[in-house]
Every structure is written in structure tokens, then in C-alpha cells.
């Protein structure tokens, strides 16, 4: 029994000495990777530059400073004509077209030829105005003939009264059927001297754009039956939607800059008329601006873009030499005491830091005046003590960059 327990015991402490040579490996790769680790992240918001860099690099370091910038709301909208400016183009009499000179597109006068339109009826509406015209002049003779002999007692009264009650019938007749004429473009004084035509002419009641044609020369079309639209540009007036939390900085008679997404260079005006009460679904309200000019090249349901003048308010701003954009975003850089790591992963004394050690912080750029940025930081960023590069802050990227790039080759 003790021979047994002597030999397991020697057993084990030849397994214990001898070690797996693969295990030993493992244990030193565990070992290094802390210190890899420590390399490979250390932070890639942070860079450290010496004096020299600072002086040739034109570094200055200053304080965030409050200054009075005009404040601006970006909006969105779009164009819009007035309902009076929007006329749909209908014939006054039913008839088959037989004339359509119009394009999508087309500019068109007021008074301008739009469409023809035939109807033989109209030939009877101009022969019954000649006949009744014929008619009422015989009446008028036949009133102050019949009145004479009423008051000469030759003639019954009866008479001259069917003469008066007649004569004013026709009357009527004819003054309705003058204006029948008169809608339709058509002369009464043409139907007189017997010249008769069985089509009228449609005008353009205003100037503006011809934006959609609904009708074909042949067709027959009713009165109801829309065969052309015309938007003009007169009293053109840009929609705006603004969301509700923003409503209490609007006032009507504000101004505001439009640039509408087909002339992204060119400026527009316009003032605020009204603002609708009424709050939509998505908590937005629109409102109405009246453009300072009319342009015959604005064109309805046009998307703009639209700047609101809120008039100075006092901000955080530093100079526009303080801000750098890269990938799509602003930055600044912020005096740090946090400390660079060396090359192999390990933070070098206190006493052997040399230079001043910036970290990058994305910020948020608002109104620009004068030179000055609106700057909004996060909220760990203490506003009246933190010490910003004003100027030099892409010399800063660059050292930042390079500093990146280097890293990366060493890690791999």
C-alpha cells in the first residue's frame, strides 16, 4: 500500500516539472495582451503637441466667448398660388371644340384665344335676338299709336294695355338674349345685320401658364367640363411649415430668406402675412409669407427652403478659425490634462510630459456673423472655464490625422 502511494505521488510531480510547452506559450501571449491593448486603444480624440509645433502651426488658445449673433430658424416650404390666381377654363355654351392652340407650359395673355367652340344653337339664339329686336321696334310704335288714341278716347283701353304688356315681354326676351350673346363673345349688333356664326371664341381671363389641358379638338364638352387650367404668378406667396415648439419666436411682418431647390443661388424676400392657428397632425402649423416681388419664373409647388430672422440674442460663439469639418462634422479642440500614451502602452511620468495635450469635441454650428460661429458643446464641457484653440485648429487636425495614421501602423 505505501509502494502505491509512493508512485502516484512521484507521478504527479514529473507531470508538475515537465509543464505542456504549449500551455507556456499560451500564458506569455495572455501576458502581452494587456500591453497591446493599452496601445491599440488608446484614444483617437486626443493629440499632443510640443511648443514648436504650437508656434509654427500658429496655435492660440483662448475662452469660449457670449456674443450678440442674429438667431435664424430654418424652415421648409413651398410656393403657392392663390385660389384667385388658379382658374380652371370651361366653355360658357356646350359645343364640339373645334380650335385648341394650347401647350402644357405655354405662357398665355389675358384676353388670348384659348379654344373654339361650335354649337349650331347658337345660330337660333342670334336669329331669335334679330326677330324680338324686329319686334320690339314694331311694339314701340304701336305703344305711343295706341297711348294717343287711349287718351283721344277713340280706341279701347284694353287695347293699348295688351300693346304695354306685350311690348315690356319682349323687352325682356331681348335683354336676356343679349346677354346669352354677350357671354359667349358674340355680337348682337352682327345679329341685327343678319351675320350669323355658330361657334365662339374662349379667352384667357388672366395672364399666366397654361399647367394642364383636359380636352381634345372634336370633343363635345358642357358647360361643367374643364378644358384647360391657368395658374398666374401674380400674388405668389411662399407656405411654410413650422413646428409648434418653434411658434412663439414668429410674428407677423417678419422677414424671411427663401431659396427655392431649382435656384439654390438666388436669394428671395418675403414677410410673414399670417399665421395659421390651426396645428396639424404633426404638431406643425403653416405659415404664410408674401413674397417681396413677383417673378414670372416662380413656378407653384416649388420646395424652398426659408430662413427666419429672429433678431440678436446673446450665444456661445467662438471664430470660425476654431472650428474644423471633417466627414461631415464640426469640431473643436479643448486643453486637456488627460495624458498621451507612449508607444508601448504605458502613460510616461508627469515630469516628461512636454507640450499641451487637445482633445477633439464635436460641436453643433449655428448662426455666423462677423466672423463668429454659434457653438453648441456638450454638456460635461464647462462653458466658462474651458480653454479652446481660437485659431490654428486645422494645424491641430493635422497633427491629430497624422498622429491617427501612425498609430495605425504600429498596431498592425
Known sequence: MRQIVWSLGLLWLINACSGDPQSADQQKAEAKKPAEAAHQEAPAELVELTSDQLRIGDVQVGTIDYRNLGQELLVNGRLVAPAQSQVAITGLQGGFIRKLPLLPGQPVRKGQLLARIENPDLVGVQQEYAENQSRLTYLDAEYIRQKELSEQNVSALKVFQQITAERAQVRARLNGLTERLRLVGLSPQAALNGTFTASYAVTAPITGVVTD?????????QPTDVIARIISTQGIYAELTVFEKDLPQLRVG???????????????????????????ADRSVRVIAQLGQTDSRLVPNTFLKATLDLGDSRVPALPEEAIVSTEGKDYIFVVTTEKMPDHHGQHPDETEQVGTTFRRIPVRRGVSEGGYSQVTLPNQINLRQARVVVKGAYAVLSQLTAASGEEEGHAH
Open 213 to 221: 389641358i383636359s380636352a381634345t379638338i372634336g370633343q363635345y364638352v
Open 254 to 280: 417678419q422677414s424671411v430668406s427663401l431659396r427655392l431647390t431649382s435656384e439654390a443661388s438666388r436669394e428671395h424676400t418675403a414677410k410673414i402675412s399670417y399665421i395659421n392657428p390651426t396645428i396639424d
